[in-house]
């Protein structure tokens, strides 16, 4: 097998993200479930981002942040996702390639426009999203390079990308030909709310052994096995996967790989900011970790460390030396 050009290839939404500080009068208002992430669609979008503050646009997307924290650190990365040819898909574009990290995808020409995600953070830091998924929802079969997702160690896959058709067709051929080329899947659940929809799914790739490394926080865990107790949900999914990661917030995290199991705790942070991407930028140190061949107790360091400077900061991208944070943190 030749080495291969990049260490990860992520797949998923291309999203600009609109920040803006709000109290829980203003979710309540709206009726927001305050830390839950919704889909909305164009009217939804309009009418809650005239009511919003300021806001500050930055280029998101779960698999996106994960990318540049990737990047950050030192990793050589590509993306694919879908953005509309027009001014927040040309920052998307141009924020991704700015990181460092290869994006080929033609913008859509047409609506509906390039995705954004209004995040609506309260003074706990805890924030709300409600996505609207345009353009990103688009993506076709046709945009998956076989000998792109082949010149990659990891494919790394965005569970909120598996909820349109479209979409879901190209990543299950993504992962037929990283199956194929011998490489490693990578898949992240993303959100509870999606496992009502296509937790069978899931289930099933499990199953077939269609996943290497599976991240999940505690409730995706939980609502992934039908159970109350972290334990027993980790008791079944363990047994299935090469690698299994579970971050727990404040609580740390964990992984398992055949029978090593290993916890960290949570990094120190001097205030939350703002949550937006802390599973992301977990993701990103893990799979940086992973990549280099480091141990577990390393790589889920590298996640703990990646995700403290993220939520530390308004956006879901790192702003500090993540590569010289890591070095610190390791010795």
Not at 8 to 29: H, T
Not at 36 to 64: C, F, H, I, Q
Not at 80 to 101: K, T, Y
Not at 221 to 242: H, N, Q, R, S, V
Request: hydrophobic residues 45%; contains cysteine.
């Amino acid at each position: 097998m030749t080495e291969p050009r990049f260490d990860v290839l992520a797949i998923g939404n291309a999203i600009v993200d609109v920040i803006a500080s709000c109290d829980d009068g203003f979710l309540a208002e709206h009726a927001l479930d305050k830390g839950a992430m919704r889909l909305v669609d164009t009217a939804e979008a309009e009418a809650l981002y005239a009511n919003m503050g300021p806001g500050k646009e930055v280029s998101g997307g779960s698999a996106g942040n994960t990318c540049a924290g990737l990047a950050a650190l030192g990793s050589r990365c590509a993306f694919i996702g879908q953005v509309a040819n027009d001014q927040l898909g040309h920052v998307f574009a141009h924020d991704i390639r700015a990181a460092g990290i290869h994006y080929a995808v033609l913008p859509r020409e047409g609506e509906p426009p390039t995705a954004r995600c209004l995040v609506l953070v309260t003074p706990d830091g805890q924030r709300t999203m409600n996505t609207f998924l345009g353009a990103s929802q688009f993506l076709s079969a046709a945009s998956i390079d076989p000998a792109l997702v082949a010149d990659a160690k990891v494919l790394y896959l965005e569970g909120y990308l598996w909820d349109p058709d479209g979409p879901r067709t190209a990543m299950q051929g993504a992962i037929e030909c990283a199956r194929e080329a011998g490489r490693e899947v990578a898949f992240t659940l993303s959100d509870a709310f999606l496992l009502d929809r296509h937790g069978d799914d899931f289930r099933a790739m499990i199953e077939a052994g269609e996943i290497d490394i599976l991240f999940a926080n505690e409730g995706e865990a939980l609502a992934l096995t039908g159970t109350d107790d972290i334990e027993k949900a980790i008791g079944w999914l363990a047994p299935k996967l090469p690698v299994l990661v579970v971050t727990r917030s404040e609580k740390g995290a964990l992984a398992i790989r055949g029978d090593e199991r290993v916890e960290v705790p949570a990094e120190p942070v001097a205030q939350v900011i703002d949550t937006t991407g802390a599973g992301d930028s977990f993701a990103a140190g893990f799979l940086h970790g992973h990549v280099q061949g480091k141990s577990l107790k390393e790589s889920l360091t590298l996640g703990a460390v990646a995700a403290a400077e993220v939520i530390g900061h308004y956006g879901a991208r790192p702003e500090a030396d993540l590569a010289q944070l890591a070095r610190e943190r390791l010795g």
